[in-house]
């Protein structure tokens, strides 16, 4: 059995608490967070390595697939599982496991946690918990997307709160209580009610499908289970699986719960309020990484497991997708400061992921989940373009910048690269992912009737152009004011951040089959009811 | 057998990359470095179109795809699904586009070398046009339509920064907002073709829709027997795309504005060669307008008519808008916007003839204009560049006489109008009478045309007049504006030369070629030379086209240069003055633009922000609200009620602990309210929505 997947934990969590002990300065806490978040980086890279190259093979040898008794009658392929029975009495077990669906997010985890630290190198205020809180963030974050138990799962979504709501409530600006609280009440009536549903699943059904799949008929917690019980169900013949009235309830309140950190319109004015207010890397990981863990849970739980639910309602995810991604479009281009532009520009970008779900293609389906990954690479670049020009120029205020094309240059081309790879330019990494979303709903099986509603949607990819050119007019272009004249462009270590994602933002845009092949697996293997197959 | 004709696209690419990084530290901000990637390319282009020549001779033809690599994966088990990848189309028109365009580009790029000397930030132009330069050769070289379209939106991209180059003047940061968002419009509808076309074929690639089309048992076949609409639909979203690529009515008012950039942008992108490449993406498509004969279905019509139509319309309008500028770019962009109409009208006219039975003749003659509009419209473009260089203004009434002081761009822009204006021999009166010709040919079957072929001479008219217009008000009579103009530097004059020797020739090399319609063409070969052995109606139709042409140079004579005929007589008369005012507001459509944008689109989005701030979020607050009052009610409960109990009891440890408790514990009831507040709505959700799809499903 492999421990590369615990390391994962264990080393953000031990770099937690050596932080917040040995931190006894500023230096001390921002080099040790760096060291263990680095270390996480570099065994997530060779991680990543394994599912695009099976060179890398010797160090934890080669990617098995788990198979569960009967692999034959169909089963999920999961990665590197580990598993250890935690309340056996309950059915609660200690299962990570990844796939071509958490990899990518996983990898994202301590890559953008690092990326945080080196920007934020010149944090002054309470460095030692700062630091601290940023690897039990980036512990929390990865438990989730590894977790293939339920009530691990379930506890890893609630403990992610814990570090935001202190990030945002200690380090945030003026407004922060409100927003930290906000936060918090918002997204834990969301986790609630998922773990409304969660309890549902394990009643409903667990101990008939545990009996069926393992051999064991006490109620569990085990993911896994529902994962083969489901692609048994789907495959032929069809294995006999929740009923569809069970699922619908369930499907619905676990869609509330992934719509809520998603975020979608309506349950999306969490996220504005508590962007604005978070610090920068608290912004980049709530963006980059938090709010993919509702595209994350619509796919593992929604799609893997409550298939006949999905094909079903795929219209619920269609609407609330169609409607987040054309009003927030709008509602951006009324934005006067730069960081809730940005926020609502991610909640039009989540909407694609609502989309291409909705689309049940397998070309939509990819791109959403590529859509994931390559949205929380941009918004980085985003959220700390929104900290470095507060930190040169002392606001935000699109209406107070002006001239800084010619004031700031090097912050300036950043802008720029990462304007144009959020609308999705070709040759950027998000065109492909809003591409394939496109063109899955425009082919999905069940679509056909509502087929040219994708017009709708691509309204708003004019308005996302829009309201990125239009503020690059007002913030770069014009004659320099006075006060500007002496502002610092980027300071080392964001210019480095910077290259790093801007050359990754570029390497997926122009190679992105590299990304796509593990998607790919992923949704042939796992969904494979999926239309266009 | 081409895998070198990657190197076309690399060297600009590389020249991108080695300018953008360390640009900045060569001397000319990397100019050089611009210069050589295109010679290099030019190289590799021209010993392609020689082996293309030498393969297909005269009248043949050469196809062939080189592979690249894989962009997206196909998908298993979906009949005729290819992954979707990056590959070059080699055939006679990508290399004959490609030698073009590599060509124009280096000529360019070594103007530039003087035109932009005294600039600040100059690396960043010659990093941006490297970049473009790649993307337009991307562009003509795709074997696929999403490939053509990434490489199409790289050219929007540095369209953009270059029109906003010099970024402190607010008009260039318009001009470039409004250039990107209205070829945006263009763009998705173009991609929505994208999407119609791999829902029907499974695959975006010429070659594999051409062969589904043909043949009875694909996929493709049968899709479009089950909808033949399609055929119309995905042509005429294609030319969406075209329409705002090449600035057609109504996606044309970025392209006046446009000229905001340096005029070698103008010449390269806005003339030469990104606005052609919505005529190549029209061109492309007629694989969609005139359907291989195996396939049992109706010739688009419709698509081919809107094609025309749009073209001989937008010709004439935009050329009347010329006649009121006075800015020399204006002038030039206007005169774009009708050549390039003048390209559509040929394919709208080429596709017809040909799915009737017809020649290739109008699809010959569209690209043939392409081919010379491209020299003389650069020449142009950049004659003007070199009067802007001296006398340090775009405005015509500031000039004049200019001809004593810039002798050579006096000559050169002479021999640019002449060109433009189609007299014989210069180029623009070959392939501009020919596409004349083959609408009338067209108008047999279809009178509209005949329509449209009268808009086509009266837009020649309109054409010579305000060439001439420009030509006089900027170098006849004396000179109004303040300074001394000298002429340009070699470095500058050089092209000029160069392209004034093409304006001459490139019309003539049709003889060459026995025909330029032996050289591109669609279907069969047309090898006939420009005005030999065709019938003597030919002749009169090219005499009226050059007859109306050199009435307009006269009228303009007299109106701007002996002012026997005074321009004011004509503007004194109401009637006259409001035409004027009309054509200089350019009809109105972009304030009617400016209106949707600004007005009602931010009007919009500022009420759907008022919305989401009051609406969306009040009843988030007032839930909030809602919890914090029930959790007051329970604090007062746990006060008085149970702590009332617990105070009965005199209980001092019990008491100080339960005080402890409960201050610690006030806000977590908050919460707890909330989430209890917020599980009964969803409860409720959960249970209506299931008790409807139950009552859908009819159990």
């Not at chain 1, 004015?269 to 990981?285: F, K, Y």
């Not at chain 2, 596709?351 to 009737?356: D, E, G, R, V």
């Not at chain 2, 919460?671 to 299931?690: D, K, N, Q």
């Amino acid at each position: 059995m492999s421990y590369l997947l615990s390391l994962l934990l264990v080393i953000p969590f031990v770099g937690f608490i050596v932080t917040w002990v040995g931190g006894v300065n500023q230096k001390a806490a921002k080099w040790l967070a760096l060291a263990f978040s680095l270390a996480a980086t570099v065994l997530a890279t060779i991680l990543l390595a394994s599912f695009l190259t099976p060179g890398l093979d010797f160090l934890f040898g080669p990617r098995v697939a788990e198979l569960p008794p009967n692999a034959n009658d169909g089963y999920v392929p999961l990665y590197f599982v580990e598993r250890y029975p935690w309340v056996p009495q309950l059915g609660m077990n200690y299962i990570l496991g990844v796939d071509g669906l958490s990899v990518p997010l996983l990898w994202l985890t301590p890559f953008l946690t690092t990326l945080g630290i080196v920007f934020s190198w010149t944090e002054e205020r309470r460095p030692k918990e700062f630091f601290a809180l940023l690897l039990l963030l980036e512990f929390s974050l990865s438990g989730v997307f590894m977790a293939l138990d339920f009530f691990l799962f379930f506890v890893f979504w609630e403990l992610v709160l814990i570090p935001m709501f202190f990030l945002i409530g200690i380090w945030g600006g003026p407004n922060r209580r409100y927003a930290s609280l906000k936060f918090l009440v918002y997204t834990h009536v969301g986790s609630v009610i998922m773990l409304l549903s969660i309890f549902g699943m394990y009643w409903a059904g667990s101990a008939e499908l545990n009996a069926a799949i393992y051999g064991s008929s006490t109620r569990t917690f085990d993911m896994t289970v529902f994962l083969h019980g489901a692609i048994r169900h789907m495959g032929p013949p069809a294995a006999s699986y929740l009923q569809i009235g069970a699922q619908v309830p369930i499907f619905i309140a676990f869609l509330f719960g992934f719509a809520v950190k998603l975020p979608s319109v309506p349950f999306h004015t969490w996220l504005p309020d508590a962007h604005v207010e978070a610090p920068t890397a608290g912004s980049v990981l709530l963006a980059g990484v938090l709010l993919k863990m509702g595209g994350y849970g619509i796919f593992r739980v929604n799609f893997g497991m409550l298939p006949d639910a999905s094909r079903d309602l795929w219209w619920v995810m269609g609407i609330l997708g169609i409607v987040s991604m054309v009003y927030a479009a709008f509602v951006c281009l009324a934005q006067v400061d730069l960081k809730r532009l940005i926020a609502y520009s991610s909640i039009g970008h989540m909407g694609f992921v609502l989309l291409g779900a909705s689309s049940l293609h397998i070309l939509g389906v990819e791109g959403a989940i590529f859509q994931l990954f390559n949205h929380g690479l941009i918004t980085a670049v985003l959220f700390m373009l929104a900290g470095s020009v507060k930190h040169s120029t002392g606001t935000r205020n699109i209406p107070e910048l002006r001239g800084l094309g010619k004031a700031l240059p090097q912050f300036s081309f950043v802008l720029i690269v990462a304007f144009f790879a959020s609308l999705g330019l070709p040759g950027f990494n998000s065109f492909w992912s809003e591409f394939m979303v496109f063109v899955g709903s425009y082919s999905g099986p069940t679509l056909e009737p509502w087929r040219r509603l994708v017009i709708v949607p691509l309204v708003s990819i004019v308005i996302t152009a829009a309201y990125y050119v239009y503020t690059m007019q007002r913030v770069l272009f014009g004659e320099v004011p006075e006060k500007y004249k002496d502002a610092h462009d980027l300071p080392g270590h964001e210019r480095l951040s910077y290259a790093v994602l801007l050359g990754l933002i570029l390497a997926v845009g122009i190679f992105p089959v590299w990304w796509l092949s593990m998607i790919d697996e992923f949704a042939r293997q796992v969904l494979p009811w999926l239309g266009g197959v | 057998m081409f895998e070198y004709a990657w190197l076309i696209l690399l060297f600009p690419l590389f020249a991108f990359l080695i300018v953008g990084l360390v640009g900045r530290r060569l001397p000319q901000g990397g100019g050089h470095v611009a210069v050589g990637g295109i010679a290099a390319s030019l190289v590799v282009s021209g010993y392609l179109f020689w082996e293309v020549l030498g393969q297909g001779a005269l009248g043949g033809e050469v196809h062939t795809t080189v592979d690249g690599y894989v962009w997206i994966p196909g998908i298993e088990g979906l009949a005729g699904s290819q992954a979707i990848h990056v590959g070059l189309l080699i055939d006679n028109l990508s290399a004959l586009m490609l030698l073009l365009v590599s060509f124009l580009c280096l000529l360019i790029f070594v103007y530039s070398l003087g035109y932009m000397r005294e600039e600040e930030g100059k690396h960043r132009y010659y990093a941006e046009v490297s970049l473009f330069s790649a993307g337009m050769l991307g562009t003509v070289s795709a074997d696929n339509f999403l490939q053509l379209m990434v490489f199409w939106e790289i050219m929007g991209l540095c369209s953009y920064l270059l029109i906003g180059f010099w970024y402190h003047k607010p008009e260039a940061a318009k001009a470039a907002k409004k250039a990107f968002l209205v070829t945006r419009v263009g763009d998705v509808i173009f991609l929505v073709g994208i999407l119609v076309i791999w829902n029907t074929f499974h695959t975006l690639v010429f070659d594999e829709i051409v062969a589904q089309m043909a043949d009875s048992g694909s996929e493709g076949f049968a899709a479009l027997l089950a909808a033949p609409q399609l055929l119309t639909i995905i042509p005429l979203l294609l030319f969406g795309g075209a329409i705002g690529k090449s600035a057609q009515f109504p996606l044309h008012a970025w392209l006046p504005d446009a000229m905001e950039g340096p005029a070698t942008v103008s010449a390269l992108i806005h003339a030469a060669t990104m606005v052609k490449a919505g005529v190549y993406l029209t061109a492309r498509s007629f694989i969609f307008l005139v359907p291989p004969a195996a396939l049992p279905l109706e010739a688009p019509t419709v698509a081919i008519l809107v094609i025309a139509v749009v073209g001989g319309f937008t010709a004439f309008f935009a050329g009347t808008m010329a006649l009121t500028a006075y800015d020399i770019k204006r002038v030039l962009a206007f005169s774009t916007i009708s050549q390039l109409a003048y390209m559509f009208l040929g394919l709208g006219a080429g596709a017809w003839l040909l799915t009737h039975g017809g020649e290739t003749l109008g699809y010959t003659a569209a690209l043939f204009h392409l081919f010379n509009h491209a020299f003389f419209k650069a020449l142009l473009f950049l004659s003007a560049g070199s009067v802007i260089h001296a006398v340090h203004t775009n405005d015509m009434r500031e000039m004049g006489g200019l001809a004593r002081h810039l002798p050579i761009t006096s000559k050169v822009m002479l021999v640019g109008s002449l060109a433009l204006a189609g007299i014989v021999p210069f180029s623009g009166f070959f392939s501009k009478g020919e596409v004349l010709s083959a609408t009338f040919e067209a108008a047999h079957e279809a009178p509209v045309f005949y329509l449209l072929y009268a808009l086509g001479v009266l837009t020649a008219l309109l054409t010579a007049f305000y060439t001439f217009r420009m030509w006089l008000m900027t170098f006849h009579g004396e000179y109004r504006g303040q300074g001394h103009p000298h002429e340009s530097p070699a470095v500058m004059t050089a092209p000029l030369v160069v392209l004034a020797g093409f304006a001459v020739a490139s019309g003539l090399l049709a003889y060459g070629m026995n025909g330029f319609g032996n050289l591109v063409f669609f279907g069969e070969p047309h090898a006939q030379m420009p005005l030999v052995g065709v019938p003597l109606a030919e002749y009169a139709l090219e005499g009226l086209t050059l007859g109306v042409a050199l009435l307009g140079i006269v009228l303009a004579w007299s109106v701007y240069a002996t002012r026997r005929i005074p321009a004011e007589r004509f503007t004194a008369a109401p009637s006259g003055a409001f035409l004027h005012r009309l054509l200089s507001r350019r009809y109105g459509i972009d304030d009617l633009y400016d209106a949707i944008g600004a007005k009602a689109v931010a009007g919009l989005a500022r009420a759907l922000d008022w919305f989401d701030r009051n609406v969306v979020d009040g009843v988030v607050n007032v839930v909030g609200r809602g919890g914090l009052a029930a959790a007051a009610g329970t604090d007062a409960f746990d006060r008085r009620v149970v702590d009332g109990a617990v105070n009965a009891l005199s209980l001092e440890t019990v008491r100080a602990s339960w005080r402890l408790r409960q201050r610690q514990t006030g806000q977590v009831q908050t919460y707890a309210w909330m989430v209890v507040f917020g599980i009964v709505i969803v409860i409720v959700l959960v249970v209506g929505v299931s008790w409807f799809l139950r009552l859908q499903r009819g159990g």
